[in-house]
């Protein structure tokens, strides 16, 4: 099952390298050190499908309706969304690895909004990230990482700003505060209100994964893969490792991590602003509820 409902969201098509990166990461399941995981959950459905009800799309298991760790129906908006993340469901081995489940979870982020969050308060802290963005702050010693933030950073910044009709601060002396134009403000706010209230929720853990507005906002808009917008993210830790070295167990995955957020994200808010219709509707009796 889980191979046929990852073939079909090849037609839900948001950039081949991203989908690419969302179906190696169920592949290959991005592993962590499970340590820090408290409490491991079997496996315990064979199939998960998914069914269309009320112009909403549902993800069963089995014959079962899957519910958010608040007890609410887990429902999507669109057939694409609903396929993706019953492949996340059907990619789970002995083991449900829940914080691989990136989809899933920002889909349930949504649905519970456990932080009570407006559409203003969300809008408000992704632009909150200007002001300390990543790719604002350059650092002049040493002068080899000054360079390559001129010639990785500079550039990003400037299509951003042409893109959107924005002004970004760009501070090169640390003892110095943002100059963070009102008329930016202004810009960004509208284009933000023009997304729904889902989309927002996958700026806001866009932002918080690469501590960029900048770089979230060129990557939703096609301007960077996702793996040029996590390598921008980390320029300066890749400079230091390059320096310093690799602690392969530990840069690696969090490498890895840090694209599957972002490819994950990017279809999350794609799809979020999509209205796609399913043609053929195949309706799966749903008794009782599994609750995460």
Known sequence: MAAPLARKLSKFDFGCTTIRLFRNCLKNGCKHDRSFNTRELKKFYKNATITQSDGWFEVNLDQRKLRTPCGNLFRVPNEALALAVATEWNSQKKIIN?????????????????????????????????????????????????????????????????????????????ASTPDLKMETVATLTKYLQSHSDWALF???????????????????????TVERCVQLSRLEQDFQIERWGNVEWYHDLDLYDLQSRMAATALFVYWSNETVKIKKKSMLPASEAYVF
């Open 98 to 174: 829940r914080h691989n489940m990136h989809l899933t979870s920002l889909c349930n982020t949504a649905l519970d909004n456990p932080m009570h969050k407006t559409r203003d308060t969300l809008i408000s802290s992704i632009l909150h990230f200007l002001e300390t963005d990543t790719v604002s702050f350059f650092i002049k010693e040493p002068p080899e990482l000054y360079r390559l933030q001129k010639e990785h950073w500079g550039p990003m910044i400037q299509m951003v700003e042409e893109r959107y009709g924005i002004q970004v601060p760009v501070i090169e002396d640390l």
């Open 202 to 224: 996958g700026y806001t853990f866009a932002v918080e994964t690469v501590k960029s507005l900048v770089l979230t906002l060129a990557l939703m808009d096609r301007m960077l």
